[in-house]
Each structure stands twice: as C-alpha cells, then as structure tokens.
C-alpha cells in the first residue's frame, strides 16, 4: 500500500466507479487548482487499488 492515506480523483465518473465497485465513500473538496473543479478523495487501500487497476484495464481494452 501507498504511504499516503488517502488517494485523490478528480473525475467523478471514476469517483462513482470506484464508490460501486469497493463499496468505499469519498469524501469531496474544493480543488485548490482548478476554481470550481471538486477532488474526490477515497482512503488509500489495497482494495481501491486493484479496483482501479481493473478499471484502467477495461478502459483500455474498450476504449475507441
């Protein structure tokens, strides 16, 4: 696992992705870059690792 305790996601897409695949809640800030913009931030496990490792493969293999 990452040494930092949370990961952070600034699609919400994937943000949903992530919430029906692990079952995890995110919590949602302000983006200190990008006024208006939101970051989505998952605790940094294992689990959410692997599912976000599927999701990009399967991003891959069905993208256009």
Avoid: C, P, W
Wanted: aromatic share 12%; net charge positive; glycine share 4%.
């Amino acid at each position: 696992m990452n040494q930092n305790k949370y990961y952070a996601v600034k699609s919400i897409d994937l943000a949903k992705a992530l919430v029906f695949i692990t079952g995890q809640d995110y919590y949602k800030f302000e983006d200190k870059k990008n006024d208006g913009k939101k970051i989505h931030s998952f605790k940094d496990t294992d689990v959410l690792r692997s599912a976000l490792t599927e999701i990009m493969t399967l991003k891959n293999i069905y993208k256009q």
